[in-house]
C-alpha cells in the first residue's frame, strides 16, 4: 500500500512538472513560464508609419503675384472657404517693382485732350488710352507701360521720329507686384486648387517661395 501511494506521488510531481514546461500545451496566463515568453525583445521592435506621416507633412509652396491687392482681398476669404487645406498667408511687398508709363502730360481740359487724341489718330499711332478719371493724371494721354525703362526709352524715340514731340517716360509703382499671396498646403492640392482659385486672373504668375534664410 506505501509502496503504491509513493509512486502515485512521484508520477503526480512528474505530471505537474511535464505540465509547467509546457509540454501539454500552454501553461495558464501568470505562470513564470508564460511571462517569460511573452517579454517583447527590443532588438526586434520597429517603429512603423514613419512613412505615412512624412508623406502627410510634406508640402509644397506657391507664391502668386501679378493680382491687384483689392483682388487678393476679394478672392482670400473665398479660398480659405473653399480650399480649407490649404493655408494661405498675404504679404505686402515693402518694394514693388516700377513699370514705365510713356504718356503725353495732362493738357487742362477734356477740348484739349481730344484736340490731341485727334493728332495722333492723323499721325497713325496705333494705339493711346485718354484718362478721364479724376486725379493728376485727369486728361494725360497714355500711349505704353513698359517694364523696364529701356524699352518705353526706345518707343519714345519711335514716336518722336513720327512726330510725337510731347511724350515723357515717367516711373510709377506697378501696384500688381505690390501684392503677394503665399499659398502651401500637399503638393497635388496647390497645383490643383490654385489653378482653379486663379483662372479668373489672366495676370497672375505663380513661382517658387523663396527660400528662408
Same mark, same amino acid.
Do not use: H
Given at each position: 500500500?506505501?509502496r503504491t501511494v509513493?509512486?502515485?506521488?512521484?508520477? =503526480?510531481?512528474?505530471? $505537474?512538472?511535464?505540465?509547467?514546461?509546457?509540454?501539454?500545451?500552454?501553461?495558464? !496566463?501568470?505562470r513564470?513560464?508564460?511571462?517569460?515568453?511573452?517579454?517583447?525583445?527590443p532588438?526586434?521592435?520597429?517603429?512603423i508609419?514613419?512613412?505615412?506621416?512624412?508623406?502627410?507633412? *510634406?508640402?509644397?509652396?506657391?507664391?502668386?503675384?501679378g493680382v491687384?491687392?483689392?483682388e487678393?482681398?476679394?478672392?482670400?476669404p473665398?479660398?480659405?472657404?473653399?480650399?480649407?487645406?490649404?493655408?494661405?498667408? $498675404?504679404?505686402?511687398n !515693402?518694394?514693388?517693382?516700377?513699370?514705365?508709363?510713356?504718356l503725353?502730360?495732362?493738357?487742362?481740359?477734356?477740348?484739349?485732350? !481730344?484736340?490731341?487724341?485727334?493728332?495722333l489718330?492723323? @499721325?497713325?499711332i496705333p494705339?493711346f488710352?485718354?484718362?478721364?478719371?479724376?486725379?493728376? !493724371?485727369q486728361?494725360?494721354?497714355?500711349?505704353?507701360?513698359?517694364?523696364?525703362?529701356?524699352?518705353?526709352? *526706345?518707343? @519714345?524715340? *519711335?514716336?518722336a521720329?513720327?512726330?510725337?514731340?510731347?511724350?515723357?517716360?515717367?516711373a510709377?509703382?506697378?501696384?500688381?507686384?505690390? =501684392?503677394?499671396?503665399?499659398?502651401?498646403?500637399?503638393?497635388?492640392?496647390?497645383?490643383?486648387?490654385?489653378?482653379?482659385? $486663379?483662372?479668373?486672373?489672366?495676370?497672375?504668375?505663380a513661382?517658387?517661395?523663396?527660400?528662408a534664410?
Open positions: 500500500m506505501l509513493f509512486f502515485l506521488l512521484v508520477l =503526480a510531481n512528474l505530471l $505537474l512538472f511535464a505540465w509547467t514546461q509546457g509540454y501539454f500545451g500552454v501553461p495558464a !496566463d501568470g513564470e513560464p508564460q511571462r517569460l515568453n511573452n517579454q517583447l525583445a532588438e526586434k521592435l520597429r517603429v508609419g514613419s512613412g505615412a506621416s512624412s508623406a502627410q507633412s *510634406e508640402q509644397n509652396c506657391r507664391l502668386v503675384t491687384a491687392l483689392s487678393f482681398q476679394r478672392l482670400l473665398l479660398a480659405k472657404e473653399k480650399y480649407p487645406e490649404l493655408r494661405l498667408a $498675404l504679404k505686402l !515693402d518694394a514693388p517693382k516700377n513699370i514705365y508709363w510713356l503725353i502730360p495732362p493738357l487742362g481740359n477734356k477740348l484739349a485732350a !481730344d484736340k490731341k487724341s485727334a493728332e489718330k492723323k @499721325l497713325e494705339a488710352t485718354l484718362i478721364l478719371d479724376e486725379g493728376p !493724371d486728361f494725360a494721354i497714355l500711349l505704353g507701360a513698359f517694364n523696364s525703362e529701356l524699352a518705353a526709352g *526706345e518707343y @519714345l524715340r *519711335e514716336l521720329k513720327r512726330g510725337v514731340r510731347s511724350a515723357k517716360v515717367q510709377r509703382e506697378n501696384p500688381l507686384d505690390k =501684392a503677394q499671396l503665399e499659398v502651401r498646403g500637399p503638393p497635388d492640392l496647390v497645383a490643383r486648387q490654385l489653378a482653379e482659385l $486663379l483662372q479668373s486672373q489672366a495676370a497672375a504668375k513661382g517658387d517661395c523663396p527660400t534664410r
